[in-house]
């Protein structure tokens, strides 16, 4: 790992006026890659992409002002403009000029430290300790193992975005090196992620909603819910107005606070465990080979940042310091997930839930506020995780009245959110869906791409140990991503046959 990365590519210790393309950007000859223009990319699907993960990124911050300003303002045409369509980003070029891009560049190291571990520190720390029940103390390993490699692709995206001027997103670095279909994969995948983890968002709204109020039904006529999907279609009506909205600045700002959240819901475990004294008399598992798959995308799962890093790298002063914040975040945020997974399975044994929240008593006040953070903190992230997916959409659609855009913005928010609940209840499975998710998706997103682009956009500058590397990296990945994934697809197939795959509404 050393020896793949040189001096020139890691610049921890770059001096800070160096030029931002300097520590990478050239060979030894000073040439610069040109395969690819950025102008290539002003008419490339999805054009909407930067200014939704620019939205996106911001509510990975404990302040406002942590990364640049949404430059998208809003999702649906004002009211008062006749001309302008439902995507107005249509008209405009995706990359700005110069002289935005530098403003754009405000974050200071200890900021863009916090914005990197919001990223990285989301739901997945409640499956900590599910994990090590599925694979053992010794698949915790598998953890450390994925920090180091997404530490190193994360060197290997910004490596990419410095071989060309203009490259700001993680499509622009596939189309740079694959051209359009790279760029539409890329995308895609992206999308795909996005979409599914509101899925997960709707799950556990039911999970931690039914754990508190189990008793919780609504019989109309000859329709029965119980409390799981009593809440589950609560927390869908709860949502579905806030994706509608044009400005979701209010809700970004809400959701500015991951990092206060993740952090109330690790101490109340804590507070469970060492001062109310639950748990500490489980039986626990040393290593568990048929159910270690689950484990791998699990633990994956948890390292899903990749597809903000380049939001935050652009938006850094100083950009040479980037390694330096990777370092610093995935440091943190690996302790935190260790921490937790330790005490966790030490608490819980195999008892371990998917969402470490369904174990602890409910009757203790730190439960209470872990479960209520728990539940709070997605009802304000789940419009701007769906924005994305929901504009990549309307991109597609033809131009048409300001009327009919607003109609069919609201139509295809709808479908979004309606079928993220239907697949909610069709695969309530929260930990064995966050185990598909990790296996699959952020496997390509993570380990995959970013190999992939870096061998392709910088081919035949790199030595054979850095070539070696991205290809031991490439491999890793998709073992992981082939065991895990049909491990989780097996497990889920598994209980839907088990629970005869109904929605359990009773006429």
Same mark, same amino acid.
């Not at 690819?36 to 008419?43: K, R």
């Not at 200890?110 to 694979?135: D, E, F, K």
């Not at 029965?224 to 400005?247: C, S």
């Not at 914040?325 to 302790?335: N, Q, Y």
């Given at each position: 790992?050393?020896?793949?990365?040189?001096?020139?590519?890691?610049?921890?210790?770059?001096?800070?006026?160096?030029?931002?393309?300097?520590?990478?950007?050239?060979?030894?000859?000073?040439?610069?890659?040109?395969?690819?223009?950025?102008?290539?990319?002003?008419?490339?699907?999805?054009?909407?992409?930067?200014?939704?993960?620019?939205?996106?990124?911001?509510?990975?911050?404990?302040?406002?002002?942590?990364?640049?300003?949404?430059?998208?303002?809003?999702?649906?045409?004002?009211?008062?403009?006749?001309?302008?369509?439902?995507?107005?980003?249509?008209?405009?070029?995706?990359?700005?000029?110069?002289?935005?891009?530098?403003?754009?560049?405000?974050?200071?190291?200890?900021?863009?430290?916090?914005?990197?571990?919001?990223?990285?520190?989301?739901?997945?720390?409640?499956?900590?300790?599910?994990?090590?029940?599925?694979?053992?103390?010794?698949? /915790? *390993?598998? &953890? +450390?193992?994925? =920090?180091? @490699? %997404?530490?190193?692709?994360?060197? #290997?995206?910004?490596?990419? !975005?410095?071989?060309?001027?203009?490259?700001?997103?993680?499509?622009?670095?596939?189309?740079?090196?694959?051209?359009?279909?790279?760029?539409?994969?890329?995308?895609?995948?992206?999308?795909?992620?996005?979409?599914?983890?509101?899925?997960?968002?709707?799950?556990?709204?039911?999970?931690? /909603? *039914?754990? &508190? +109020?189990?008793? =919780?039904? @609504? %019989?109309?006529?000859?329709?029965? #819910?119980?409390?799981?999907? !009593?809440?589950?279609?609560?927390?869908?009506?709860?949502?579905?107005?806030?994706?509608?909205?044009?400005?979701?600045?209010?809700?970004?700002?809400?959701?500015?606070?991951?990092?206060?959240?993740?952090?109330?819901?690790?101490?109340?475990?804590?507070?469970?465990?060492?001062?109310?004294?639950?748990?500490?008399?489980?039986?626990?598992?040393? @290593?568990?080979?048929?159910?270690?798959?689950?484990?791998?995308?699990?633990?994956?799962?948890?390292?899903?940042?990749?597809?903000?890093?380049?939001?935050?790298?652009?938006?850094?002063?100083?950009?040479?310091?980037?390694?330096?914040?990777?370092?610093?975040?995935?440091?943190?945020?690996?302790?935190?997930?260790?921490?937790?997974?330790?005490?966790?399975?030490?608490?819980?044994?195999?008892?371990?839930?998917?969402?470490?929240?369904?174990?602890?008593?409910?009757?203790?006040?730190?439960?209470?506020?872990?479960?209520?953070?728990?539940?709070?903190?997605?009802?304000?992230?789940?419009?701007?995780?769906?924005?994305?997916?929901?504009?990549?959409?309307?991109?597609?659609?033809?131009?048409?009245?300001?009327?009919?855009?607003?109609?069919?913005?609201?139509?295809?928010?709808?479908?979004?959110?309606?079928?993220?609940?239907?697949?909610?209840?069709?695969?309530?499975?929260?930990?064995?869906?966050?185990?598909?998710?990790?296996?699959?998706?952020?496997?390509?997103?993570?380990?995959?791409?970013?190999?992939?682009?870096?061998?392709?956009?910088?081919?035949?500058?790199?030595?054979?140990?850095?070539?070696?590397?991205?290809?031991?990296?490439?491999?890793?990945?998709?073992?992981?991503?082939?065991?895990?994934?049909?491990?989780?697809?097996?497990?889920?197939?598994?209980?839907?046959?088990?629970?005869?795959?109904?929605?359990?509404?009773?006429?």
């Amino acid at each position: 790992m050393e020896n793949s990365m040189s001096e020139q590519s890691l610049c921890i210790d770059c001096e800070e006026e160096e030029d931002e393309y300097g520590c990478y950007l050239s060979d030894e000859n000073g040439e610069k890659e040109s395969k690819m223009q950025p102008s290539s990319t002003s008419n490339a699907w999805p054009q909407t992409y930067r200014e939704c993960i620019d939205v996106y990124s911001s509510l990975h911050s404990p302040s406002v002002d942590f990364v640049q300003k949404p430059s998208l303002g809003s999702f649906l045409p004002p009211q008062d403009d006749e001309e302008k369509q439902i995507l107005p980003t249509l008209h405009k070029p995706l990359l700005p000029p110069q002289e935005d891009e530098e403003k754009q560049r405000q974050s200071s190291f200890a900021q863009t430290v916090l914005n990197g571990i919001n990223v990285l520190c989301g739901v997945g720390i409640l499956s900590t300790p599910y994990a090590v029940r599925q694979g053992g103390w010794v698949g /915790l *390993s598998v &953890l +450390f193992f994925y =920090a180091v @490699l %997404s530490f190193y692709t994360g060197i #290997l995206l910004r490596r990419c !975005l410095d071989s060309q001027p203009g490259l700001q997103t993680y499509p622009d670095i596939g189309h740079a090196a694959f051209g359009s279909i790279g760029r539409a994969v890329i995308s895609v995948t992206l999308c795909v992620e996005l979409y599914v983890s509101c899925i997960e968002y709707i799950i556990l709204e039911a999970d931690n /909603l *039914s754990s &508190l +109020f189990p008793n =919780a039904h @609504l %019989s109309l006529g000859g329709l029965h #819910l119980d409390a799981h999907h !009593l809440f589950a279609l609560i927390a869908t009506l709860a949502v579905l107005p806030t994706t509608w909205l044009r400005d979701l600045s209010v809700l970004s700002y809400l959701s500015a606070g991951g990092v206060i959240a993740s952090l109330t819901v690790v101490a109340s475990l804590y507070w469970v465990g060492l001062v109310n004294h639950v748990g500490f008399e489980s039986k626990e598992t040393t @290593l568990n080979l048929s159910t270690l798959p689950v484990a791998v995308g699990l633990y994956g799962y948890c390292y899903s940042g990749h597809a903000v890093f380049p939001s935050i790298y652009t938006s850094m002063q100083k950009r040479n310091q980037f390694p330096a914040v990777l370092l610093t975040s995935f440091g943190i945020v690996t302790l935190m997930y260790g921490g937790v997974a330790v005490m966790g399975y030490k608490m819980f044994g195999d008892c371990a839930e998917s969402q470490f929240t369904l174990n602890m008593p409910k009757e203790l006040v730190a439960s209470k506020i872990a479960v209520w953070t728990t539940v709070v903190n997605p009802l304000t992230k789940y419009a701007l995780v769906m924005a994305p997916v929901a504009l990549s959409l309307e991109e597609m659609l033809p131009s048409s009245g300001k009327v009919k855009s607003r109609v069919y913005s609201i139509l295809i928010r709808t479908a979004l959110v309606i079928s993220s609940l239907v697949f909610g209840l069709l695969i309530p499975f929260f930990g064995l869906v966050m185990a598909f998710i990790g296996s699959f998706l952020t496997m390509l997103v993570m380990l995959i791409f970013p190999c992939a682009c870096y061998l392709s956009i910088l081919r035949g500058k790199l030595s054979y140990i850095q070539g070696g590397a991205c290809v031991l990296v490439m491999v890793a990945g998709v073992v992981s991503s082939a065991f895990g994934t049909y491990s989780a697809i097996s497990q889920i197939a598994q209980n839907l046959s088990g629970n005869g795959f109904k929605l359990e509404f009773y006429f």
